[in-house]
């Protein structure tokens, strides 16, 4: 059973930084694209970043318009953990934040929820102006 954990969520104000953790325990995290989405208050949820390790050119990401330049998405194969680094936030980034693995290939640029297979339990963020 493949589980998904994340942690590192809290409370920051404008223009702070967090780094979320997901830890994937009963898979084969290497073999796994790897990605984040949020939910806002109200808010359907909304594709993040993304990262998949490939055979012969190593780690590759893809991040959204709106997190690109401030939020970094990795991953540590050796500690089966994604992280995402989130920095200068704002407060239209509170939302609930979600690691999610897609077993099969799929693009990193897919960003439809139906494409992963299993899902953590979410990571509240909260950001104060």
């Known amino acids: 059973q493949v589980q998904l954990v994340e942690s590192g969520g809290g409370l920051v104000q404008a223009g702070g930084s967090l780094t979320l953790s997901c830890v994937v325990s009963?898979?084969?995290?290497?073999?796994?694209?790897m990605g984040w989405f949020r939910q806002g208050p109200g808010k359907e949820r909304e594709f993040v970043a993304a990262?998949?390790?490939?055979?012969?050119?190593?780690?590759?990401?893809y991040h959204t318009d709106s997190v690109k330049g401030r939020f970094t998405i990795s991953r540590d194969n050796a500690k089966n953990t994604l992280y995402l680094q989130m920095n200068t936030l704002k407060p239209e980034d509170t939302a609930v934040y979600y690691c999610?693995?897609?077993?099969?290939?799929?693009?990193?640029?897919?960003?439809?929820?139906?494409?992963?297979?299993?899902w953590g339990q979410g990571t509240q963020v909260t950001v104060s102006s």
């Open positions: 999610a693995a897609a077993r099969h290939g799929v693009p990193l640029d897919s960003g439809l929820s139906s494409d992963y297979d299993y």
């Open positions: 009963g898979g084969t995290f290497s073999t796994y694209v």
């Open positions: 990262v998949g390790t490939f055979r012969w050119i190593g780690f590759r990401t």
